[in-house]
């Protein structure tokens, strides 16, 4: 049989799964998931010039999180406009 090389990602999610890490939901709870996750799917391009100070500091908070700064901003965005 062939070694499968899995990414560091995939590596990662594997070893939470031997560890138990992760839990069953039920058909109901899994249909919102995906329902959520669909409806936050990206599907327009944005061009925005910003002061290059406030872009670092921007990258800097989004590090700190451990995520990519469009990624950041994405929900930035998208909390603003579900805001009431």
């Given at each position: 049989m062939r070694k499968i090389n899995l990414t560091r990602q995939e590596k990662a999610i594997?070893?939470?799964l031997l560890k138990g890490e992760y839990i069953?939901?039920?058909k109901t709870?899994?249909?919102a998931?995906?329902?959520s996750i669909a409806a936050r799917k990206k599907d327009a391009v944005l061009?925005?010039?910003v002061n290059s100070h406030d872009l670092a500091t921007i990258k800097q908070r989004a590090q700190k999180l451990g995520i990519k700064y469009q990624t950041f901003v994405s929900e930035v965005i998208h909390r603003i406009a579900?805001?009431?």
């Amino acid at each position: 049989m062939r070694k499968i090389n899995l990414t560091r990602q995939e590596k990662a999610i594997e070893d939470s799964l031997l560890k138990g890490e992760y839990i069953n939901v039920s058909k109901t709870n899994f249909a919102a998931i995906a329902e959520s996750i669909a409806a936050r799917k990206k599907d327009a391009v944005l061009n925005v010039r910003v002061n290059s100070h406030d872009l670092a500091t921007i990258k800097q908070r989004a590090q700190k999180l451990g995520i990519k700064y469009q990624t950041f901003v994405s929900e930035v965005i998208h909390r603003i406009a579900q805001a009431h």
